[in-house]
């Protein structure tokens, strides 16, 4: 995955619009997640069009956010399953999902990229995560986000 | 989550087994893709032990590759869920079977680490992904080591 991606070069044009898709559950913080990861994104790419949305378990559907990406403009929708594997889900399950979700809007082109494993940068943060975690237990950094208050990022014998 | 932390400080020390431990898949390839990641992850960060370990369905467990760090001298054990949602795997089953897994070796110390989701860098591996397919269908990059051979990076209708 070449660095020139993300220091220049940007397909992302006017009339296009994002959908980021995770499994979706049963809870709620989970489903929540999606929507603050999805306003980061917005917020860093300034991207015109940007819906989340779940496979299954909650709302909003494929179906409902690639309606919401057409209201807002889009003619070409590019669904990026927020997985780490490209396991079943993103093999089957969402690019048929999202071709029916299609059928709804004749002239409107889709397509779905790869799932984040594997991608160099991954290596990052979790070499970021346990470095923090380090640096809490050694009284040099304050807890993350994701464990603050929850009492869990400490040292267990 | 501080630039800092990837820029220099380094948490891991002589004695730190580092295990990265995904949900496990019935899927030969889904596994197969930890190892994968584990193998980039010891590449670039040159830590002295990393193993990989899964939660449930398929072997090495996590009790496994907490044996296989303190063989290999392990005093302090960190395990890094290879998670995006701090969900239940994450709140409860890692931190209960790697509780077990300690139980094993008296005087060796655990702590697990936060899950990926809502890291800031993982906004540039989504924009990567999206990028990298949009360039692929206007014919300016090859496809990714994902999607390669799939046929799957292509605009639809």
Known sequence: MAASSREGLNGIEEGDGVIIVDHGSRRKESNLML??????????????????????LAEPSIRD?????????ARRVIVSPFFLSPGRHWNQDIPSLT????????????????????HELLVNVVNDRINHC??????KADECSVCAGTGKCRLRQ
């Open 35 to 56: 929507n603050e990861f999805v306003a980061m994104f917005r917020e860093r790419t300034k991207y015109p069009i940007v819906e989340p949305a779940h496979m299954e």
């Open 99 to 118: 071709a029916e979700a299609a059928k709804e809007h004749p002239g409107v082109s889709y397509l779905i990229t790869a799932p984040l494993g594997l």
């Open 134 to 139: 380090l640096s809490h237990i050694a009284g």
């Open 65 to 73: 956010a690639f309606s919401l990406c057409v209201q807002q403009g």
